[in-house]
């Protein structure tokens, strides 16, 4: 309850927030006299708002004594006028209310399970039918609630993995939700383990704390390394034939994009899997390099779908291109998971939180199949 009504109250505080984002730009990716920020965002809210509908009401007074005047067989007519005005507001409120109220309240909270098919050459044939869980943008703080990310956590251990992955963004806002936000994933269990990247939020919250988080947790983070995966280990080595590898970059915003470490000693005919945060890197692949599959998360599908637009807003430099999904970058498909956290706003409206289930198959990785 207490995430649900951070998250009613922000939205009511948004109009306010950004009037003062100009006089409360962030340092280090936080505001400044954020103490200042919170009392006048908050207290000014029922003012803002309260002044908004005097407004509106003094306004429509106005409106209708101009025409009252006009006429003395016009009073009758502008009495009704105001009053379908005043009824049509109040409509156009309560639906925006219940509107506000599902994808604040509602849609965040219905988790889905999206499945992929993904052939894979070369795969070995002890890999056929291996199955990978993706995780992504958990953003542990003020919008999602430790509650929430376990049942996120069941769910995710109910598709009987074999192998976790978890592509980045864990906290959200403040450095205070590392500790908890990180511990949480140590509920995450798959038959191999479960191997993680940092996001652009885990770098600006503490990339050097959320590390140590995961090794408390005993997570391995895949930065610019990278570990071989076969049908009974995840290990940094493995017998030529039997595994694939599972490599991982380091974040596009904030860190260093090493394809050359994430690759570092894996065969030019062992498949290869990279976990990159930020979607935007598979257009960073160089050319000739080998990666048959990116995973990716960050872009959380826009949190808002337009009918017939789709997203709006994609944190991408390129579009709705990976905005979620199934995408084709230009060496190699990327899984785009629209991740179960939300951030800069706390809704989501056409675009629900979700897992990935991603299944490998052999065959040429050119016709991956989304399946629901």
Same mark, same amino acid.
């Given at each position: ?81 105001? *009053?379908?005005? +005043? %009824?049509?507001?109040? #409509?156009?409120?309560? @639906?925006? !209310?219940?509107? $506000? ?71 959200? *806002?403040?450095? +205070? %939700?590392?500790?908890? #936000?990180?511990?949480? @994933?140590? !509920?995450?269990? $798959? ?83 990279? @976990? ?97």
């Amino acid at each position: 309850m207490g995430r649900a009504a951070y998250r009613m109250a922000y939205l009511v505080r948004l109009p306010l927030i950004v009037l003062l984002d100009p006089a409360f730009r962030t340092r280090g990716h936080h505001r400044r006299f954020p103490t200042i920020y919170q009392m006048l965002t908050s207290f000014g809210a029922p003012v803002f708002w309260g002044g908004l509908m005097w407004g509106g009401v003094a306004a429509m007074g106005i409106w209708s004594r101009w025409r009252m005047r006009s006429a003395t067989g016009r009073i009758s007519s502008s009495s009704v006028s105001r *009053r379908r005005f +005043l %009824a049509s507001a109040g #409509g156009l409120g309560a @639906l925006g !209310g219940g509107l $506000a109220s599902y994808a604040t309240l509602v849609e965040p909270q219905r988790i889905r399970v999206r499945q992929f098919t993904v052939p894979i050459r070369d795969l070995p044939a002890s890999l056929e039918g291996l199955r990978i869980v993706q995780v992504s943008d958990t953003h542990y703080g003020p919008f999602v609630s430790l509650g929430y990310l376990r049942e996120v956590i069941r769910r995710a251990n109910a598709l009987a993995a074999d192998l976790i992955v978890l592509t980045g963004d864990y906290v959200h *806002r403040t450095p +205070l %939700a590392i500790g908890p #936000g990180v511990q949480v @994933l140590q !509920g995450l269990q $798959a038959r191999l383990g479960v191997v993680g990247v940092l996001g652009n939020h885990d770098h600006w919250e503490g990339a050097a704390s959320v590390r140590e988080g995961f090794a408390r947790a005993s997570i391995p983070l895949l930065d610019n390394r990278r570990q071989f995966l076969s049908r009974d280990s995840l290990r940094p080595d493995a017998a030529p034939g039997t595994g694939i590898g599972i490599c991982g970059v380091g974040d596009l915003w904030e860190d260093e994009v090493r394809f050359d470490q994430a690759l570092d000693g894996v065969p030019e005919e062992v498949p290869r899997i990279v @976990l990159a945060h930020n979607p935007d890197t598979a257009e960073q692949i160089p050319a000739g390099l080998r990666v048959d599959l990116m995973l990716s998360g960050h872009t959380h599908g826009g949190q808002l779908c337009v009918p017939g637009y789709g997203p709006p807003l994609v944190p991408s430099a390129f579009g709705q291109k990976y905005a979620g999904g199934w995408c084709a970058g230009p060496r190699c498909p990327v899984i785009v998971s629209r991740g179960v956290g939300m951030a800069i706003l706390p809704v989501r409206l056409g675009v629900p939180p979700e897992i990935g289930e991603i299944t490998l198959v052999r065959g040429s990785n050119s016709d991956g199949r989304h399946l629901r």
